[in-house]
């Protein structure tokens, strides 16, 4: 593309966005809101955070960073040294191969929380990355009393499934079924 097209075409985009969201533009009814901070809707994430909180992760503290083993990692439970292993691979400049370097970046999770409002913490994750909250942040909130999980979230899972009680049912009638045939 020539720059003079280019530099047309990006006139052309701002032009379209700032008047998106101007309001001192009387005839603009479906105004776009001018986001400062970026929003994040944590009713999906509640479910999966609840799991994640019920698996009962190895939260190692330091200062204002929490580190939790990766789902990655053949270990389940962090010590120190896994800890200041994980910042020499960030420090690093150079690694034997992309795989050292993948193996020690996704060893941990690291949730720099926000006490203030979680809702600005950051997280190490991909799913971070692309949704600017995750199950861990809100997982970690809750852990440090920053963030109730409401109680309907926290009730049974076969409560939840439909699909699940019949099932249950069903083996349970199996089991009586054949303790009275032994007998």
């Not at 701002?14 to 005839?27: G, K, N, V």
């Not at 960073?65 to 150079?94: C, F, M, R, V, W």
């Not at 949704?131 to 999980?149: D, E, M, W």
Request: charged letters at 25%; a positive charge; aromatic letters at 10%.
């Amino acid at each position: 593309m020539e720059p003079h097209i280019f530099r047309m075409s990006t006139d052309e985009i701002i032009h379209i966005w700032s008047t998106d969201r101007d309001p001192s533009i009387a005839h603009q009814d479906n105004l776009k809101a001018f986001v400062q901070t970026p929003t994040a809707d944590t009713k999906p994430l509640l479910d999966s955070a609840w799991k994640w909180l019920l698996l009962a992760k190895n939260i190692i503290s330091k200062d204002n960073k929490h580190y939790i083993a990766s789902g990655l990692s053949k270990k389940n439970k962090l010590q120190p040294a896994d800890i200041t292993t994980y910042e020499n691979a960030l420090k690093k400049t150079s690694w034997k191969s992309f795989d050292v370097f993948i193996r020690g970046i996704n060893m941990c999770r690291v949730v720099t929380l926000n006490n203030q409002d979680f809702r600005h913490s950051k997280c190490s994750c991909p799913s971070y990355d692309k949704t600017n909250i995750c199950k861990r942040i809100i997982g970690v909130a809750s852990y440090f009393k920053l963030y109730t999980i409401p109680l309907e979230i926290k009730t049974c899972l076969w409560e939840k499934n439909e699909r699940v009680v019949p099932l249950k049912k069903a083996i349970k009638a199996l089991v009586r079924i054949a303790r009275y045939e032994i007998l």
